[in-house]
């Protein structure tokens, strides 16, 4: 018994070492990586002064590129996706079958597969329209969408294949529409699985780097992952790893306040499918 609880400790530290390495630099007062120990000696917080009051960066635009971009990306796909799946859970038409597939197939590729195509698609997209080009966050809004939209439909779909039937009928014999039945019956019983989803498109997009890094170019228009890949570049790499982990820790606030505030959605949904027999 005592050798599970050792293993049981030891995976902990093992776990919590990086989080404390991360603390420990973020409050290291010179804010070097040749200085960042465990356990520091002295604690500061001038790498979070220094992380707003550089010129040579914009973390505070930053982080309010990325939360406003994950916050409207998650909305709108787990919405796009609820009422994609709503259609193929609970409608019959021509081509659901093949759509369906089509979806399944598609996803098996990676989006990074077309990036070369998706790079033409928005150099004339940047010259026709460019608030939906390059350097725009509604343009890599639209990206994301696009991406994220199969695999959600697929997930929300086989949650509401859950739901039973008889709601709907019993729903449409007291004279309730299709309006009525998806957003007043269907959306509260299947908001574990929205709360799930909007959770992953969040965190998928806030710490999404490749496409940002392609698409936005100018400092004002970056997202946190691109503008702290540039944070510690190959010349400032040891000079800006303090406020480098105190950026670190500032951009796991958004995520951590969205899951304990989805958390409670998660667990209360549970009960409210409950059917009496």
């Not at 990074?112 to 390059?134: D, H, M, N």
């Not at 343009?139 to 949650?159: E, H, Q, R, S």
């Not at 799930?196 to 496409?211: D, I, K, Q, S």
């Amino acid at each position: 018994m005592i050798w599970r609880h050792a293993f049981l400790l030891c995976v902990v530290a093992f776990a919590l070492l990086p989080v404390v390495f991360v603390f420990s630099a973020a409050l290291n007062p010179l804010g070097t990586l040749g200085s960042s120990e465990i356990i520091p000696t002295g604690a500061s917080f001038d790498n979070f002064v220094k992380l707003f009051s550089d010129p040579d960066h914009s973390f505070g635009r930053w982080m309010f590129n990325s939360v406003m971009l994950a916050l409207v990306s998650a909305f709108a796909s787990v919405f796009l996706g609820i009422c994609a799946a709503y259609a193929f859970s609970r409608m019959r038409f021509a081509g659901r079958r093949v759509g369906l597939l089509a979806i399944m197939l598609i996803q098996m590729f990676p989006q990074f597969l077309a990036i070369v195509a998706i790079f033409i698609i928005f150099t004339q997209v940047t010259e026709l329209f460019p608030p939906f080009g390059f350097d725009s966050i509604w343009g890599l809004l639209l990206l994301y969408l696009g991406g994220a939209l199969g695999v959600n439909t697929w997930l929300m779909k086989g949650f509401l294949d859950t739901v039973p039937k008889e709601l709907d009928e019993s729903a449409t014999v007291d004279g309730a529409s299709h309006a009525q039945i998806f957003f007043r019956i269907i959306l509260p019983l299947v908001s574990p699985i929205l709360a799930v989803v909007a959770l992953l498109a969040f965190v998928g997009t806030m710490n999404e780097f490749l496409m940002a890094n392609i698409f936005l170019r100018s400092d004002d228009t970056k997202t946190l992952a691109v503008g702290m890949f540039g944070l510690l570049g190959p010349d400032n790499r040891n000079v800006n790893f303090g406020a480098f982990a105190a950026g670190t820790l500032l951009t796991a606030i958004p995520t951590v306040s969205l899951f304990y505030w989805l958390q409670k959605y998660i667990t209360s949904g549970l009960t409210l499918g409950a059917v009496k027999g």
